[in-house]
């Protein structure tokens, strides 16, 4: 089974090195085809414009799309971010690839870096993220399409609070990209039948 992974940071795994982000972990744990195809920066405008060459070109059975954190940082209203990623699953059934979404994980406000702070307003942020998660899981429930909730299972981890898991308040550290491993391979296995044999 092949999955291509496309999104933005939080799916390149800015600020770690290559063999402690989280795909990279779940490829060397399950052996599967895990292409990562994240783009720091990247909006899901971004991700639409690449999805021929970056996800259709490479004939995958799944793509897992996660973006949308850099859309709200730039003041992009939640509803026209689930349009583009609601666009996303429907290039890619005509495809006849299987999305999965993944529900980005949220900001840890108090500690966002300074320079970044200084460009937007980060507790706004936060609650556009929060409003966005119910956006997304209310279209996968009406689109049948899976997803995985990092934004709940991250916070369910962090029994010392988010904060341990970021390095600068909106990307992973490498126990934050351990706990994202974690969380992916656990949908994998309750929810993708080729992966029933995988220890």
Not at 38 to 53: A, H, K, P, S, V
Not at 101 to 121: K, L, Q, T
Not at 138 to 144: E, L
């Amino acid at each position: 089974m092949k999955i291509v992974c496309i999104g933005d940071s939080l799916t390149y795994g800015y600020g770690v090195e290559q063999f402690d982000s989280w795909i990279y972990l779940i490829r060397k744990r399950t052996g599967l085809d895990i292409i990562n195809k994240g783009i720091n920066g990247d909006t899901t405008d971004g991700m639409l414009y690449r999805f021929d060459e970056d996800v259709a070109s490479m004939r995958p059975d799944v793509v897992f799309v996660m973006g949308g954190s850099n859309d709200l940082i730039m003041n992009v209203e939640p509803l026209v971010v689930e349009s583009n990623i609601a666009s996303l699953c429907r290039l890619a059934f005509k495809k006849s690839i299987k999305p999965i979404i993944g529900i980005p994980p949220n900001v840890d406000v108090g500690n966002v870096r300074e320079d970044w702070a200084d460009f937007s307003d980060f507790i706004k942020v936060a609650e556009q993220l929060a409003k966005y998660r119910e956006r997304l899981l209310h279209y996968s429930q009406i689109s049948c399409v899976e997803y995985v909730d990092f934004y709940l299972e991250i916070e369910k981890h962090a029994i010392n609070g988010i904060g341990e898991l970021y390095f600068d308040g909106l990307h992973m550290n490498e126990m934050g990209h351990r706990i994202m491993a974690d969380i992916f391979y656990e949908f994998l296995m309750n929810n993708t039948p080729d992966c029933s044999k995988i220890k």
